[in-house]
């Protein structure tokens, strides 16, 4: 008898070691998580573009540097600038697209919806190619909620002849 409580004792000390092995590594995946979430909301982000809306500017596959919602003031956003939103029709996609009215703007002649001015809070996105699009001429305004970060570079592929991301409007 006194074999078999020694070989129960031994194996409650190894279900205790693995549970602390196991909490340990649980601290440290939750620890990383916490970490990544904070850097991609407040540093810098990182997107691969799988679209071909913004073509010739952005191409699919590339790599792009954005900086985040968390840390850019959103009404200091201007026509022009490239940004990172998520979808309004499908918000868990994300789109990228250049902002063409803020706040006050007139909306294009060609929309057909209910709006004539860009209202306060929303900007109106469209992509560089008009053709392959489906942006603000689709969907309407889009809300600064939706806006994950503007584009700051292109990471990869390195082209330094590619045009500029910012285009003033």
Known sequence: TKLILLDSLLQEIILMENARKVYRIGKKVALAGCVYKTFTHYVCDVWILSERSMEPTLCDGQVVLCCPSGRLNLTSLNRGDVVISRNPTHPAEHI????VGIPGDRV???YKGPETF????QVWLEGDNAVLSKDSRTFGTVPLGLIRGRLVCRIWPVDFHQPKLHRSL
């Open 96 to 99: 990228c697209k250049r902002i």
């Open 108 to 110: 294009p002649a060609h």
């Open 118 to 121: 860009v209202p306060a809070g």
